[in-house]
């Protein structure tokens, strides 16, 4: 099991004894080719103009072979999107390494799934997906990791002609591909660059015909001021120069505050990536352009910070870039609901989109250790609405499993929370919200879809599904511990 909040104590303690790092936790972004900016990315596999939807269950069994995992894909449609057991009855498919022309072999503990990204890298007018595998065995090095790349067609994902991205030299529990991200870098190539994170740095790639390894960013023990370990991969357009930027989010020593979250910028230009800064902030990150003026905005989520219950922080994009200091928000801010309380894990996940249509991206929250009542680490998840002057309290919503119209119950060690998404999967241009509880019934896992209305998200039509719901094996298998972004 790969699970965030243990990841993050472990890290914080490895990183105080040794200064190194460990393997990293599920994380995903998009990119669209010739789209920079966070509202440009899209993951329509099939060409047909609807979003789909990418989900990840690492720990789902595949041929007998638990924790092997497998991903999900949901098909958009003028009716969004569902599953094969729902009405009106939409595409669907599971794809794991036991899928023909995959890459690898589906074994015990692969973790396939854990993250997941999707972008045009070969620019044939179909987004792709990466899927990373950080438990994945390589010529005999226990959990080295890998990333799969599955092309998009006129039939939508398959894969025939899939790609693997390793690290040059397997090193043991690095746990490679424990983050991807794509989106257009550079002018290099038309199609999307392809970032793929161990748990010392990041791997770029661009898909040339063959795929080619073009740099090599260190966050880890690197001559800069980079020491971070990396959880989150993030692009947005901070600075509109017509290159999406690249954000490492993790954990790193901070002055004297010792280890808290941290996060790296490199900026896009017409030839490479470049560092930019450090700033305090994650391992949790989104993008998206909250206050409408052409910028994105950086918001980061520190879900631990200083026994808080957790903090997330919005820095504004502009023509300079992101600014220094940020409006940083707790359950304790102003019109937000709820008690910061220790354990909360608020701004474990987090997702950036416009989901009232005013063309303003608002904020989802996910808080997957917020005690429901007695009820311990059931979860909760909020939505922030953006505006001209940045994120307003007015209008914040806030759900739970015990929420009205919210199907199931909060039950004990749900992590509802852990994942959150905001997706416009029928293209009214406004993003429905979903949420996971990959801790759901004992680490089965499920993701309950919200709908929105020119008010916003709603609860009132919520509906749930998991891993059984596609017809595979749902037990232990985490679904949702990954949803592309």
């Known amino acids: 099991m790969i699970n965030r909040r243990n990841l993050a104590l472990g890290a914080a303690t490895f990183l105080l004894v040794t200064g190194t790092g460990i393997t990293v936790a599920p994380a995903a972004f998009a990119g669209t080719p010739g789209g920079t900016y966070a509202s440009d990315r899209n993951s329509d596999f099939d060409g047909d103009g609807y979003n789909d939807v990418l989900t990840g269950a690492p720990g789902g069994t595949v041929g007998g072979r638990k924790g092997a995992g497998y991903v999900t894909v949901q098909y958009g449609s003028a009716s969004g999107i569902g599953t094969a057991d729902t009405l009106p009855r939409v595409r669907t498919a599971v794809l794991s390494q036991s899928t023909a022309g995959v890459s690898g072999t589906a074994e015990t503990g692969d973790a396939f799934g854990a993250a997941v990204a999707t972008g045009d890298v070969n620019a044939d007018g179909y987004d792709d997906a990466i899927i990373g595998s950080p438990g994945e065995d390589l010529a005999q090095v226990a959990d080295a990791g890998r990333a799969n790349v599955l092309y998009g067609s006129a039939s939508g994902l398959r894969g025939t002609g899939s790609v693997s991205l390793e690290a040059v030299v397997p090193q043991r529990e690095a746990g490679y591909g424990g983050a991807v991200a794509a989106a257009r870098f550079t002018a290099a190539t038309a199609g999307d660059g392809i970032a793929v994170s161990d748990d010392e740095g990041v791997d770029l790639f661009s898909d040339e015909g063959p795929m080619l390894r073009v740099t090599r960013l260190e966050t880890v023990n690197d001559p800069g001021d980079r020491s971070v370990v990396p959880f989150d991969l993030t ?70 910070e200083a026994g808080s219950g957790g903090l997330v922080s919005i820095r504004y994009g502009g023509e300079a870039g992101l600014t220094d200091l940020a409006d940083e928000l707790t359950q304790d801010s102003p019109g937000i609901p709820g008690t910061a309380e220790e354990g909360d894990g608020w701004g474990t996940d987090l997702s950036v989109a416009d989901s009232d249509g005013d ?61 959150v998404r905001l997706v416009d999967t029928d293209q009214d241009g406004r993003a429905e919200l979903l949420a996971a509880a990959p801790g759901e019934n004992t680490d089965d896992g499920v993701v309950i879809a919200f709908p929105t209305a020119t008010t916003g998200v709603t609860a009132d039509g919520s509906w749930l599904y998991g891993g059984g719901s596609f017809g595979t094996s749902g037990t232990d298998a985490l679904f949702g511990t990954a949803i592309d972004e």
Do not use: C, K, M
């Open 235 to 304: 692009t947005g357009n901070f600075d509109g120069d017509g290159y999406a930027d690249l954000v490492v989010s993790g954990l790193g020593l901070v002055d004297d505050e010792g280890v808290r979250g941290r996060s790296v910028v490199y900026e896009g230009g017409e030839h490479a990536l470049a560092y930019v800064r450090d700033l305090t902030g994650g391992p949790a990150a989104a993008a998206g352009d909250v206050n409408g003026d052409g910028y994105d905005e950086l918001v980061t989520g520190e879900e631990g």
């Open 359 to 419: 063309g303003h991206a608002d904020i989802a929250i996910g808080a997957p250790g917020e005690d429901i009542g007695t009820v311990p680490d059931a979860g909760a998840v909020w939505v922030i609405r953006g505006q001209e002057r940045g994120w307003t309290p007015a209008g914040v919503r806030s759900f739970d499993q015990n929420s009205t119209y919210v199907p199931g119950s909060a039950e004990a060690a749900d992590a509802f929370g852990a994942q």
